[in-house]
């Protein structure tokens, strides 16, 4: 399973997104009215409106106003607007400048003053300490009252000045509180909008990383039957050869026709009995399930995908339970009477009475004694069996350690060639069952190669699949191989194509293979010969 990828959260940083599209709002806001003001004073129509008292203060003031703009305006991309003791000093400069526009321009009554409301606002806002906020408001009404005070003392302003200067100053007072307790009120809410968006965006993706790391197949099927999306044990089980990022989008026909088919008519009659089908041929069989995401709407819909594998693995064991129990409860009479029949037989051969017709009589009496025995001794090793205990087995050793020992035991002239160029090839199983299945894979393939060759050969090749990642063990012989019509019996209990043998052996290996999630399938080869193999789960290479 792929390490999950490590996750940040973008909402962490909206605060400081948000400080800075107000900070760009400002020095917008700021160039604008530097250049106006600017402007004002060059142009006819408005030339008495400003710098009446000091002309050459208001025109050097206006340049130095727009020139402290352009610096801010090309400021824009650092950060130096998130520091609160660089944001003081630009509406500090912004104080200064209007005050001294105001004095150039004959204070109060120029109304330049009353620009200083939305300096103090701007400051209450951006500037999250109170009390440097609350200073650039008594900074800007010490400035207004000062400025008030020179131009009476000098003869500009009379007394009565006065009034309307305290009256800005308990505006930008009243101002600066009120926008204070505003945004502290805004910052709160923003604050635990933040963090339920925080929540929401964590719990999505943490409902990502479920699903997506989930054994069962989910895919989000519009009504037309498009898959919209689908997650990775989805794309593992209907497209294991095509990567999921390129599956977005697709019919459910092009996975496969069987499941198309079972989504239109549960679309169609709202019922939905789930047969197991195969995506493609040699592939595990997969059952689906339906659920409307929205009830009573036709639109998008979900599908349910599993590895029906499991089930019938299940099914299985139940299946052997019973065999067992039926065995376990026959053995005791049959292996009875068996013996006693075979014991009869082996008395009556020894008698010097007997003439040779009857001595073959007790002959077939004994071999098929020995047959049945065979049977009942198959089937009680299938009902004794125990739990698989897997083991890693690094298979070219174990193959060749195998094939000598196995040799060694049969004690007749025979040929087992092994073929395995993986030499570093861990796969799981357990060894005494594996030992068993070769074992008895080997006998018939000895069996039948003899029957059509008059010797005893065989070849054991190992290949791997790296789309299905699984490790195929063949077992190949030299004989004629299996007609057609008798193939789909093979590893059906009883049947069997030579008159000695039990009709066991298949169907234990096969179950043998199942125990251990592996299978085991008959081939032929492309000579007609037989190829038994065993596909089993490629763990390491």
Excluded at 67 to 90: D, K, Q, Y
Excluded at 385 to 390: A, D
Excluded at 415 to 441: A, I, K, M, Q, W
Excluded at 486 to 515: A, N, Q
Aim: aromatic letters at 6%.
């Amino acid at each position: 399973m792929n390490r999950p990828a490590i996750l940040t959260n973008p909402l962490n940083h909206n605060s400081s997104r948000q400080n800075t599209t107000l900070f760009r709002i400002y020095v917008a806001y700021r160039s604008l009215l530097s250049v106006v003001l600017l402007v004002m004073l060059i142009s006819p129509n408005t030339r008495q409106l400003v710098g009446g008292v000091n002309p050459s203060l208001y025109l050097f003031v206006s340049i130095a106003y727009v020139a402290t703009s352009v610096v801010l305006m090309g400021s824009l991309s650092a950060s130096w607007h998130l520091n609160r003791r660089f944001l003081f000093l630009v509406f500090l400069v912004d104080i200064g400048a209007i005050i001294l526009l105001s004095d150039a321009s004959g204070g109060m009554i120029s109304g330049l003053p009353v620009l200083l409301v939305i300096t103090v606002a701007a400051s209450a806002v951006m500037i999250s300490h109170r009390t440097l906020a609350t200073l650039v408001a008594a900074l800007a009404v010490l400035a207004v009252l000062l400025d008030t005070v020179r131009l009476i003392s000098i003869g500009k302003l009379d007394i009565n000045a006065l009034f309307p200067s305290g009256l800005l100053g308990l505006l930008l007072f009243g101002v600066s509180v009120l926008v204070q307790g505003i945004a502290v009120r805004l910052g709160r809410a923003e604050e635990l909008a933040r963090t339920r968006a925080s929540d929401l965006y964590n719990l999505q993706r943490l409902n990502e990383q479920i699903v997506q790391h989930m054994q069962t197949g989910i895919l989000l099927v519009a009504g037309d039957g498009r898959v919209r999306v689908m997650n990775k044990a989805a794309s593992t089980l209907l497209a294991p050869e095509r990567p999921m990022a390129v599956e977005q989008g697709r019919q459910l026909a092009e996975y496969s026709e069987d499941l198309a088919y079972q989504y239109a008519h549960w679309r169609d009659n709202g019922l939905h009995r789930a047969q197991p089908f195969q995506v493609q041929e040699g592939a595990p069989p997969v059952i689906a399930n339906f659920r409307e995401l929205q009830p009573g709407n036709d639109g998008e819909a979900l599908v349910f995908v599993e590895d029906y594998t499991p089930v019938t693995q299940y099914a299985q064991a139940l299946k052997l339970t019973s065999l067992g129990r039926l065995t376990a409860s026959i053995a005791h009479e049959i292996r009875n009477p068996l013996g006693a029949i075979s014991h009869a037989a082996q008395l009556l051969r020894e008698s010097p009475s007997l003439d040779p017709g009857d001595r073959r009589l007790t002959d077939i009496i004994q071999e098929n004694s020995l047959r049945v025995n065979q049977i009942v001794e198959s089937v009680m090793q299938i009902s004794r069996r125990e739990p698989p205990k897997p083991e890693y087995l690094l298979l070219a050793d174990w193959l060749a350690k195998f094939t000598g020992d196995y040799l060694d035991t049969l004690n007749r002239p025979a040929s087992v060639t092994v073929n395995c160029p993986y030499r570093d090839l861990l796969v799981e199983f357990d060894p005494e069952n594996l030992r068993r299945v070769l074992g008895n894979l080997l006998d018939n393939a000895l069996r039948h190669s003899k029957i059509a060759t008059g010797s005893e050969c065989a070849h054991i090749e190992v290949a791997l699949d790296f789309q299905t990642t699984q490790c195929f063990i063949d077992v190949i012989d030299e004989g004629r191989g299996v007609p057609p019509g008798d193939r789909g019996k093979l590893f059906e209990p009883f049947f069997t194509t030579v008159e000695s043998g039990s009709g066991m052996g298949l169907y234990l290996c096969k179950e043998l293979c199942e125990i251990n999630n592996a299978s085991l399938s008959y081939q032929p080869t492309d000579s007609g010969a037989s190829r038994f193999r065993l596909a089993l789960n490629k763990r390491a290479l």
